[in-house]
């Protein structure tokens, strides 16, 4: 091993010495896509995002990876422990200033440019190498020094590999043999690659890759991705230093639908995307529901560095022949932070939203019908639900009393006190335009929840002061969430949650108990419909912090870590693993809330989340807990048999 390694540094100095003879790079890397490319992600001006990534760095324990895993050598306690080193190594070089330079000078695009018949996914991408000696190096060493990566066809000249396992026999005296007779033919969809000087391309199939490799090499000259219309106006607008995406939305759409039904199963967005699988809810689902599908002409945006943080914008465009839910609901004024001033602190959200000024019930209750579609409920719609009760109790529901609410706080406690069983549902703080409207929705809540629970009578609300707080509580049976809706009202401001204390201080303001509160003060960009802010190490720590599962069925409990002698792995080794990751647990915690910020101009819906303090050492408590993190965790890779399970890791049980 450590052969190989003098001889790959000896093959880089040689490398960046003497350039390689490549194809001139195309002068938009989006051109060696197709036009029809569904969904498409390049890595913008790497020449300065390097510099920016290594400002992330700074101030961490990875900004000189050599003290940190030489340190940590001096300080291990067995051999395990030692061995383990050389992943928080390989976590240093991704971060090291060498790295840094010689990604500079790297194109990289991700496209998603079709489904197969059978409705899998076609995915390519492309590294453009041509000012990266070292990188042609590694693509070579990659496919050559693979003993698994076999040629089984070629684009235009240009090989073409998969991976195919050997046929293997034994001749007479036991010496495994090679059967070579039969050729080695191309699969119709699992993982391809292909390199030409100044070209690595990665894909899904020959067909995947072939696009890419003709334009590359000047084959095809049919205009790319990059002369679309939808396109160059996307670029044009969203196409600066950081992450740009771009998605034919109507096509994409189309598409899937046709996957899904050659397939037998609904795909969703979790699925196409690696590392999302699981979710609570169809993200892809939510957003055609809401914004209408038919509405939507494309989607783009960008994740990049501003002012010390990481922004993350998104950008639709609408066919204004089209209505669209989710664009009516976020038509209203500026909104203002006060409305964030009844989101106590700690929440792993809260929102406030300025409801538009005219059609008010239409927008909302359309926007909750997709939200209800796209969860796949049963029964009526909210907007079918309101016009029942409307009728039943004769009380103008959406023109009395939605269409005097001029605004709404949503927020989700991070902590909820709930009964057995429940489960948590956010917060509402209804902002109305009068004491009058308040009070018609204290009085038509107990209507709205014997309803929705089945109740052949409106129940009594019970009542209970809690710090000077008047709150209602009304029984929770036959409610989807199994628990008691409690309510307060002050003035013309109404709070509606699962947790009575929590609603009797949501129903007053506070700024300095708010989530925007002391070091998070923040304001809302003039003219925007909704502000809020998402704690996003509470979601972190919600992929990690997984409850335990209980109930008649529960999973099997986890083997003990097999030492290579046979023994278990003895639990003091596992001591300091534990701690490491309560610290980087914990370390979430100092994360400052990112914000959230959605505005409508003209057809076009703007939202943007920002997470501030990312660069500069503003992440070096979480950075520095991670690397302790893996540290600790790399000791045990390949110390037991089946080496590092990372979702066995996640959970705790390591």
């Known amino acids: 091993m450590t052969t190989h390694i003098r001889l790959l540094a000896v093959f880089l100095l040689v490398a960046s010495a003497s350039p390689v003879q490549a194809v001139e790079p195309t002068a938009d890397v989006a051109d060696l896509f197709p036009p029809g490319t569904l969904a498409y992600a390049e890595l913008s001006n790497l020449a300065e995002l390097t510099t920016e990534i290594a400002a992330v760095f700074k101030g961490t324990a990875l900004e000189d990876s050599i003290p940190l895993v030489h340190t940590k050598k001096d300080a291990a306690k067995n051999l395990i422990d030692l061995n383990g080193k050389k992943y928080l190594a390989g976590l240093g070089l991704l971060a090291s200033p060498e790295m840094m330079a010689e990604a500079k000078k790297l194109r990289v695009a991700v496209g998603l440019t079709g489904f197969t018949e059978q409705g899998d996914p076609e995915f390519t991408v492309v590294v453009l190498t041509h000012d990266s000696p070292a990188a042609g190096l590694a693509a070579r060493a990659y496919l050559t020094m693979s003993p698994s990566l076999r040629k089984v066809t070629e684009v235009s000249k240009v090989p073409v590999f998969q991976f195919r396992a050997p046929n293997v026999n034994y001749d007479n005296n ?203 409920e049963l029964g009526r719609l909210p907007g079918e ?50 004491v009058a409207t308040a009070t018609a929705w204290e009085n038509f809540l107990p209507k709205m929840i014997g309803d929705l629970s089945g109740a052949a009578n409106t129940p009594q609300a019970a009542t209970e002061t809690i710090d000077g707080v008047k709150v209602f509580s009304l029984p929770g049976t036959g409610l989807a969430w199994n628990a008691a809706v409690h309510y307060a009202r002050s003035g013309s401001v109404i709070a509606i949650g699962l947790d009575r204390k929590l609603v009797a201080q949501a129903v007053t303001a506070d700024a300095v108990s708010s989530v925007v509160g002391g070091a998070n003060a923040v304001s809302p960009p003039v003219d925007t419909a909704a502000f809020g802010v998402i704690s996003l190490g509470d979601l972190l720590l919600g992929g990690i912090e997984k409850p335990p599962v209980s109930g008649p069925v529960v999973p099997k409990e986890e083997a003990p870590v097999i030492l290579p002698n046979g023994n278990p792995l003895p639990e003091s080794f596992l001591e300091d693993l534990k701690k490491a990751r309560k610290a980087f647990v914990d370390s979430l915690a100092t994360l ?56 066995r890791l996640m959970k705790g049980k390591w």
């Open 385 to 434: 639900a309101a016009r029942e009760m409307e009728q039943k109790f004769k009380v103008p529901l959406a023109e009395g009393l939605i269409g005097q609410t001029n605004a709404v706080t949503i927020s989700f406690p991070t902590k909820q006190e709930l009964p057995k069983d429940a489960r948590p549902m956010p917060m509402w703080v209804l902002h109305t335009e009068d």
């Open 174 to 376: 036991g010496v495994p043999t090679i059967n070579q007779e039969r050729p080695q033919a191309d699969g119709p969809h699992e993982a391809t690659f292909a390199y030409t000087p100044g070209l690595f391309v990665l894909g899904t199939s020959k067909t995947a890759i072939g696009h890419a490799v003709k334009r590359f090499i000047g084959v095809e000259k049919v205009g790319g991705l990059a002369s679309v219309i939808t396109f160059k106006e996307a670029a044009a607008t969203h196409r600066k230093t950081g992450l740009f995406y771009f998605i034919n939305f109507p096509e994409f759409c189309t598409k899937l639908d046709v996957a899904n039904k050659a397939r037998g199963t609904a795909r969703g967005v979790e699925e196409l995307v690696p590392g999302v699988k699981n979710g609570e809810f169809d993200l892809l689902a939510w957003f055609k529901m809401t914004a209408n599908a038919k509405a939507l002409k494309s989607v783009a945006g960008s994740v990049r560095f501003r002012d010390g943080g990481l922004s993350a914008t998104m950008s639709a465009t609408f066919d204004p022949a089209h209505r669209s839910p989710l664009l009516e609901f976020l038509s209203g004024p500026g909104v203002k932070v006060e409305l964030l001033h009844h989101a106590r602190r700690p929440a792993t959200f809260a929102i406030g939203v300025t409801l538009p000024e005219k059609n008010r019930a239409v927008a909302l209750l359309g926007f909750l019908d997709g939200i209800a579609k796209a969860n796949g």
């Open 592 to 647: 400052q809330p990112a914000t959230v910020t959605a505005k409508r101009a003209g057809n076009e819906l703007r939202i943007e989340v920002f997470q501030p303090k990312v660069q500069s050492g503003g992440l070096k408590t979480v950075i520095d807990a991670a690397a302790n993190w893996l540290d600790k965790a790399g000791g045990l890779m390949g110390a037991g048999n089946g080496g590092l399970d990372i979702e």
